[in-house]
């Protein structure tokens, strides 16, 4: 089967712009979860969606959101981009188990 | 809230020497632990996970386990090798919220 796959993998954004990330889970796959990794926070969870519905929601504020689609495909939008959004942004796919496999990521710089 | 205390926060070991890294969950519900390896610029790699109702899990040079009780668990590495040097991260993950709890990751040096 293929991996998780996102799309773009590199991003250069101006503060205050609003940016789209997109993930593709491995086939069959309804689970999928998105983290922000920065050097200094490590891996924060961002939110999880399974069948199109929101599960759970880290602690990130209102600018960040996210949908999943019948697919199963998921995207995740940061509005007003603030420096400190400046990180590798994961994705990551299970099935009805407990293995969670991540994509390789989008790194979002914000300038 | 839950958190994940992951340490050492970097560890250097000669190659051939063992490994051992500590994590610690405060969420008493959860019930899956698992560890990924990532390498500088690559994804993180699934490479071990233990279940609350198994004590101890081996996969070849790793091993893993698990004391409910104190809420720890630990990797284990041994006969090191330099291309295990990688950031090591665990996680926690409990049914009752669908989220994995990351560490804040090991740096894992292996000198040759």
């Known amino acids: 089967k293929a991996g998780v796959t996102q799309t773009p993998r590199y991003l250069i954004k101006t503060r205050g712009q609003q940016v789209t990330l997109s993930c593709s889970p491995i086939s069959g796959h309804r689970s999928v979860s998105w983290y922000q990794q920065t050097p200094g926070q490590g891996l924060q969870f961002l939110f999880e969606?399974?069948?199109?519905?929101?599960?759970n929601k880290g602690n990130f504020p209102g600018r960040f959101s996210g949908r999943q689609f019948s697919n199963s495909r998921s995207e995740m939008n940061v509005s007003t981009l603030e420096l400190g959004d400046s990180a590798l942004y994961l994705c990551?796919?299970?099935?009805?188990?407990?293995?969670?496999?991540f994509g390789p990521g989008t790194r979002l710089t914000v300038t | 809230g839950e958190n994940v205390e992951q340490h050492p926060s970097t560890l250097s070991v000669q190659e051939g020497d063992s490994a051992v890294i500590k994590c610690t969950y405060s969420?008493?519900?959860?019930?899956?632990f698992p560890w990924y390896k990532q390498e500088l610029g690559k994804r993180p790699q699934l490479i071990i996970d233990?279940?609350?109702?198994?004590g101890e899990k081996k996969d070849q040079r790793i091993a893993v386990t698990l004391n409910k009780t104190a809420k720890h668990f630990s990797l284990h590495i041994t006969e090191t090798q330099p291309e295990d040097s990688a950031v090591y991260f665990c996680?926690?993950?409990?049914?009752?919220?669908?989220?994995?709890?990351f560490g804040t990751g090991t740096r894992l040096k292996v000198l040759a």
């Open positions: 233990i279940r609350s109702n198994v």
């Open positions: 990551a796919s299970r099935s009805e188990g407990y293995e969670q496999y």
């Open positions: 996680a926690a993950s409990s049914p009752r919220t669908y989220k994995y709890i």
């Open positions: 969606y399974f069948s199109e519905t929101q599960r």
């Open positions: 969420d008493s519900a959860s019930n899956y």
